[in-house]
Nanobody, 123 residues
Framework: VQLQAFGGGLVQAGGSLRLSCAAS????????MGWFRQAPGKEREFVAT????????SYEDSVKGRFTISRDNDKNTLYLQMDSLKQEDTAVYYC?????????????????WGKGTQVTVSS
């Protein structure tokens, strides 16, 4: 499956952004999906994940209540709504696909990756 994330940009602290991830090449609706992020000098970390149907989600603790992961299987698209953004959310954000849903996957668990999109939160 091919994945492409987009929608990043520069936003002030407290603002919002909506990331999208377009999928092609394999039946999107059969895959669990996730968002990860990587800040400069840091390892890639889990942000959120969602089951193939969208019935279950999980989040990294620091984004709970601020970020919402969702998907539209008819449009082969994954979303990440990010509200109340903080400077520490600044990172390159990646979407990824997994053949199996895991509650808090590690980067190494994911089977497919897209190119990232930069999110920069200014003070």
């Amino acid at each position: 499956v091919q994945l492409q994330a987009f929608g990043g940009g520069l936003v002030q602290a407290g603002g919002s952004l909506r990331l999208s991830c377009a999928a092609s090449g394999r039946t999107f609706s059969t895959l669990a999906m996730g968002w990860f992020r990587q800040a400069p000098g840091k390892e890639r970390e889990f942000v959120a994940t969602i089951t193939w149907s969208g019935s279950s989600t999980s989040y990294e603790d620091s984004v709970k209540g601020r970020f919402t992961i969702s998907r539209d299987n008819d449009k082969n698209t994954l979303y990440l709504q990010m509200d109340s953004l903080k400077q520490e959310d600044t990172a390159v954000y990646y979407c990824a696909a997994d053949l199996y849903y895991r509650d808090h996957p590690k980067a190494g668990d994911m089977d497919y990756w897209g190119k990232g999109t930069q999110v920069t939160v200014s003070s």
